[in-house]
């Protein structure tokens, strides 16, 4: 069997070995792949592994020998499923590699915004301490976690891993997701109410999307886009929330409509917010984004530990060992 693997660029800088996948099946290795050069790239192969490259009827039919898709990522919202099954094309995903680096972001984000820290670090390097007249200043107010409540929309591995982080700081947790019943009976809870912490003496609740809005102090976005949640940042629910509501993505960009945001940030609805995804990636120039305060973009990176990256690349491998004996494992 032939193999292709079409975006090295996009999980290995020189710090990651492509052994595992390597030493299954004859791979050629693309550092990018785009949708011009996708069908020279593929050619005649029976698997490739890919992330964002668009996988729809037209591309089966032109790649009749594609016998198996390995994405790697955990979304796959560029394979037109239906179209593969109608190919006879086997399509796996790889879920919760890289659930630690991405809450690990979240929370990097969400201490930022609180703290100023990066504000006070520039300052002092400017001097502006040495010539200060008392021993302590402060540019911004400076929040304190503890007590404050974060609304958490979406309760996958992510959004669990930073709720448990939330309580482990003494906040209240509001949790909305499109399933909350299969996580209230995993608790052994029999209302929504979910569970409250006696060791933290706060709360955990699951609730309505405007319930969250208006009740959170901090709102993090976890959820995949759908239907139902893209363009959930939004003028009509930025009004819901709080005055000076701080908001985290480190999802989907489309879940935000990022004029909005701007106006928001602008005007100092939001107070602050972080965003690791944007709309269309790369980001472009005039993206209103570029032009807000109080806001923190970094390039969809909170995934990229090389700890996730490896596990990864080692989680691709073991997907593809299934399907060569004939297994199926993370298949969508």
């Known amino acids: 069997m032939k193999a292709v693997y079409l975006e090295r660029g996009a999980v290995d800088h020189g710090d990651i070995s492509f052994d595992p996948i390597t030493s299954l099946i004859e791979t050629k290795i693309y550092d990018n792949t785009t949708e011009e050069n996708k069908y020279e790239h593929i050619g005649d192969a029976e698997v490739v592994f890919s992330n964002k490259i ?12 594609l016998k198996y898709i390995g994405v790697c990522a ?25 659930t630690e680096s991405v ?13 100023r820290i990066s504000m006070h670090n520039e300052s002092v390097h400017r001097g502006d301490w040495v010539r200060s007249e008392t021993f302590c200043y402060w540019l911004s107010p400076i929040t304190e976690l503890a007590g404050k409540t974060i609304g958490i929309v979406g309760y996958g591995n992510i959004g669990q891993r930073v709720a448990e ?12 997701t499109a399933h909350p019943e299969k996580y209230i009976k995993a608790a052994g809870s029999e209302s929504p109410a979910g569970t409250s912490g006696s060791a933290a003496e706060t709360e955990l609740r699951f609730t309505t999307l405007d319930d969250l809005f208006t009740n959170a102090d901090i709102i993090s976005l976890h959820c995949p886009m759908t239907k139902e949640t ?3 940042i939004c003028k009509e629910n930025i009004a819901k929330m709080k005055d000076g509501v701080i908001i985290i993505n480190v999802s989907r960009g489309g879940l935000v409509v990022e004029k909005d945001l701007t106006e928001a940030l602008n005007s100092g609805k939001v107070s602050h917010a972080a965003v690791d995804v ?55």
């Open 54 to 65: 668009i996988f729809d009827e037209e591309t089966f039919t032109r790649c009749p020998k």
């Open 165 to 176: 982080i939330a309580r482990a700081f003494k906040m209240n947790v509001l949790v909305s």
């Open 74 to 98: 955990t979304g796959y919202n560029v394979i037109d499923t239906e179209a593969a099954k109608r190919h006879g094309v086997a399509v796996t995903n790889v879920p919760a590699y890289s």
């Open 278 to 332: 944007v709309s269309e990636e790369p980001m472009k120039a005039d993206n209103p984004l570029l032009t807000a305060p109080n806001l923190i973009i970094t390039p969809h990176m909170a995934w990229a530990s090389v700890e996730a990256r490896t596990r990864l690349i080692e989680a691709i491998a073991g997907n593809l060992e299934a399907f060569l004996k004939g297994e199926e494992l993370n298949r969508v």
């Open 230 to 232: 893209e363009a959930i």
């Open 103 to 115: 809450a690990q972001l979240a929370w990097s984000f969400i201490l930022e915004c609180a703290g």
